[in-house]
């Protein structure tokens, strides 16, 4: 089993409307949660860190699940601009390792 | 602040030709990372250093080298490079361990040929 998988999509979504993509993990003595958002050719940027008690900024929440070990974003509203592929980001805290998921690849149809 | 830098941006390579991939970060950061993207793979760890001092292997370690040359720097080496590390390359670094934001250069966009 990878250690974190994701549907790579592509997800295609009319503008304004809400989407959700999850994220699972291997190992669970996994401690630190991201979402990292990819422009094509770009560098991933931190979109969001994920907390135990969820978080909310803006159209974006973000969920852990510690004992189904995964997590989740919401994009409420979508727009045009989040087009993108959206990175789920897991750190192994006993060695400092930042493991990626493959990433999912969302699309807003105008 | 200019944050992660790497050099070069792009490079073309002959099969069984060597080069190193520069980084650097200003942020004071401690640990550091070399990662490459393939179309459909994501980004797989190469090599990381949690703290000045120390390397350790990722996920896709075979056929490169690094050294953490001090706090900033952290180089990425190819001894032979193979058409199979035909690939973008990027460098991050974090403040302390993963367990906060990384930050990432933008990128070397390397072709073997």
């Known amino acids: 089993r990878k250690e974190v998988e994701q549907d790579p999509g592509p997800f295609n979504v009319p503008e304004g409307a809400t989407v959700a993509f999850n994220c699972t993990y291997s190992?669970?003595?996994?401690?630190?949660f991201f979402w990292y958002r990819q422009d094509c050719r770009k560098e991933p940027k931190l979109l969001m860190s994920?907390?135990?008690s969820g978080n909310e900024d803006g159209r974006f929440t973000a969920q852990l699940n510690r004992a189904s070990q995964y997590i989740s974003l919401l994009i409420r509203d979508s727009k045009l601009s989040d087009s993108a592929t959206y990175l789920c980001?897991?750190?192994?805290?006993?060695?400092?390792?930042?493991?990626f998921g493959k990433g999912t690849r969302l699309h807003i149809l105008p | 602040n200019a944050g992660v830098t790497q050099t070069p941006k792009f490079q073309v390579l002959k099969t069984g030709q060597s080069m190193t991939l520069q980084c650097a970060q200003d942020?004071?950061?401690?640990?550091m990372y070399w990662y490459r993207q393939d179309p459909g793979m994501g980004l797989r760890l190469i090599y990381y250093?949690?703290?000045?001092?120390?390397?350790d292997k990722g996920e896709v370690p075979n056929g490169y080298n690094v050294s953490r040359l001090n706090k900033r720097e952290f180089s990425l080496r190819l001894e032979s490079a193979a058409p199979s590390q035909t690939s973008v390359y990027f460098c991050?670094?974090?403040?302390?361990?993963?367990?906060?934001?990384?930050?990432f250069g933008q990128g070397t966009r390397l072709t073997v040929v």
């Open positions: 991050a670094s974090t403040p302390w361990e993963g367990r906060t934001e990384a930050f």
């Open positions: 250093s949690a703290s000045e001092g120390t390397t």
């Open positions: 942020m004071n950061h401690n640990s």
């Open positions: 980001v897991v750190v192994m805290n006993r060695d400092d390792k930042i493991i």
């Open positions: 190992n669970s003595a996994s401690q630190s």
């Open positions: 994920v907390y135990s």
